[in-house]
């Protein structure tokens, strides 16, 4: 057995919080320890009782920063890590002149393997240890990721986009090929080690009503698998899916009819939604997937995350790298306070820090698994440095609460504030890039 101790600040949340005197929904130790036992944390308290504990284990000391459960994206493009920062289009033109071009790469498995890596290494870097990434059409690309996650021990989720129409030669499926290599990569990644496999038909504009029926029976036959796919993202995209499906009452209601809506769907973007989709995603369950920083890219328009969650809706947030701009959890927090104060919207750094940690895991139904510090759970933690940048210390000089402390890092923060990350309770932050950092 191996036993890694961590003592630093440790932050953990219970449930959601409200504000910073919301005390009941989180723990905050200022000394604490973080026994980790074989990947899973095995115990957390004050660190003269830990210590007291495990007497033979390695000690890493990580005061004074801040130790917190990994944060966790619940909606990116793996095959985008070269379209991320292209100029001026909005959704459907930044699609057709970029992105569908990129992904057409994926065709080539070295590609595939190549981009795989330095997806994982750009999420790690950034402090997130899961994610949930669409792929390209192409099963090899399903196949890099989960072979590089499973290298990595990392918790990942993903899935081949289904995609058999308006696109490009080289980045269509059919219902048929669409099917078989989603039922394929399901038996050979889904539950294998930490991998959960998600049917992910792109979108309703790139699938042909027959597509979307393969997708609803392979979610019918893989009940435990997640669905994914975006949803009313822009005023385009809405107006031409109306027009290739006449007879759906909304956009919503074309996943709805294809036996696509359920507790397990991730909707990315959610934004321009009528009072029937609201209530059907209520109603169903579905969670809505915020984007705050591909939304202001895209000139997409604003999420409200105040209606939705006035109907009990729960959404995740997410960088949606590559419309979105950064890999950091930080800096998509920082940008949603931005969109919500749009809005007049208040969202607390206590409410965000949840949000990207137990909230996402909550989303995704496994946070009995990832998202908190509890014992039992898996080892999957960042390290934060609330002090990384010159211009963060001198903010910090005049913080003097927790929640200022996370209000600096969620507007300031990005990879550099991440000092070390935990993937199942080994250290990956790959420092070797870094300069005049120790090499690993
Ligand atoms: N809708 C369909 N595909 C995509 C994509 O790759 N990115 C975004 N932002 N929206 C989409
Ligand atoms: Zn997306």
Redesign the pocket.
């Known amino acids: 057995m191996t036993e890694t101790l961590l003592r630093g600040r440790l932050l953990t949340f219970h449930r959601e919080p409200a504000d910073a005197t919301d005390t009941d929904a989180y723990t905050y130790i200022e000394d604490a320890g973080l026994l980790i036992e074989d990947g899973v944390i095995a115990a957390a308290g004050s660190y003269a009782e830990i210590a007291a504990r495990a007497p033979a284990a390695a000690v890493v000391d990580h005061r004074p920063h801040l130790m917190m459960a990994g944060f966790i994206d619940t909606h990116l493009?793996f095959p985008?890590v070269q379209v991320i920062a292209s100029w001026g289009a909005q959704?459907l033109d930044?699609?057709n002149h970029y992105?569908f071009p990129e992904e057409t790469r994926f065709a080539d498995a070295d590609h595939c393997a190549r981009m795989a890596a330095a997806f994982l290494d750009q999420l790690t870097d950034n402090g997130t240890t899961t994610a949930v990434a669409?792929c390209s059409v192409h099963a090899a690309s399903a196949d890099a990721l989960f072979a590089e996650a499973t290298r990595r021990n990392m918790r990942m989720l993903g899935g081949k986009v289904m995609m058999d129409r308006n696109a490009p030669d080289g980045l269509r499926d059919t219902p048929q090929t669409g099917y078989d290599d989603s039922t394929a990569l399901i038996a050979r990644w889904h539950g294998q080690g930490r991998n959960g496999y998600v049917i992910t038909p792109?979108?309703a504009?790139?699938s042909t009503p027959e597509q979307l029926d393969m997708a609803g029976a392979l979610a019918a036959e893989h009940p435990d698998c997640h669905i994914q796919t975006?949803l009313s993202?822009n005023h385009a995209?809405i107006a031409y899916t109306a027009e290739l499906y006449p007879e759906a009452r909304d956009y919503l209601d074309v996943y709805e009819r294809h036996g696509l809506l359920g507790p397990k769907t991730l909707l990315?973007?959610a934004i321009h939604l009528n009072p029937r989709e609201v209530d059907a995603l209520a109603a169903t369950g579905a969670r809505p997937v915020f984007?705050p920083t591909?939304n202001l890219f895209?000139g997409?328009g604003l999420f409200d995350e105040a209606r939705l969650r006035s109907r009990g809706i729960t959404s995740g947030i997410a960088t949606?790298v590559?419309?979105?701009t950064s890999y950091s959890m930080l800096q998509t927090l920082n940008e949603g306070y931005k969109v919500l104060q749009l809005q007049g919207q208040a969202l607390h750094p206590m409410r965000a820090f949840h949000w990207a940690t137990r909230g996402n895991a909550a989303v995704l139904g496994l946070e009995d698994r990832i998202g908190t510090l509890d014992p039992g759970t898996e080892a999957d933690i960042v390290v934060l440095n609330a002090r990384a940048t010159d211009a963060m210390a001198l903010r910090a000089e005049r913080a003097s609460t927790l929640a200022e402390e996370l209000f600096i890092l969620q507007v300031m923060g990005d990879d550099r504030a991440v000092e070390e990350v935990y993937v199942a309770g080994v250290p990956r932050k790959t420092r070797a890039k870094m300069p005049g950092a120790e090499v690993r």
């Open positions: 493009h985008q959704l930044w699609l992105t669409f792109r979108f504009i790139t975006h993202e995209e990315g973007h984007c591909s895209l997409s949606d590559g419309a979105g």
